[in-house]
């Protein structure tokens, strides 16, 4: 038997994209849609690792699917074109590959949130809203333990993303990821 050829069939991404968010989601509850388009992310933070002086650099997409009630994003690290370049070693711990499905849940009226990033077999679910001037997500991993994720001092040409697990005196948060983000689409 031939090999099959896999290919992305564009029925597949005309069916999932969409331009715009759902009518029915109000502009106010509209947290992520600032998101969507291309950012270049540096790495600050990954892990637990301080991560500043060594160069790690990553890329996130995203956009608006399922007739606009969800937002999709890839988050890379290290970038493709260094992935491809080889100028990282792929090593297992800085390795992202990964995407994060957030679907509006009008009863909630909040953002459910799924990221799976099959390169560590990392995934986590979450809750999503805005407090004051930063968007909260935070939920637990699968064996428990609380995490927190913010998105900060957001702009329309960038943000900082920090990520956090709640430690084991179940009062303080630990740092495990941080990333400055830049616009790389108008």
Known sequence: MAPIEHRVPHAFLSALATTDR????????????????????????????????????????????LEGRAIQDVWIMPRRED??????????QNDMYGTTLRAWDPALRAWRITWNNPA???RE???GRRIGEEIVQTGARADGQATRWRFTEI??????????ALDTDGRSWRLEGEFIAARIDS
Request: proline share 3%; net charge negative; no cysteine.
């Open 83 to 92: 992935r491809r370049a080889g100028r990282f070693a792929r090593d297992p």
């Open 155 to 164: 702009t329309s040409n960038g943000f900082h993303w920090i990520g956090e």
């Open 22 to 65: 759902a009518p029915d989601i109000d502009e106010a509850d509209d947290v992520y849609g600032w998101l969507i388009g291309s950012w270049s992310l540096r790495v600050l933070h990954y892990r637990g690792f301080d991560l500043r002086g060594e160069g790690l650099t990553g890329e996130v997409h995203a956009g608006w699917v």
């Open 125 to 127: 679910t979450q809750i």
């Open 120 to 122: 560590r077999g990392h």
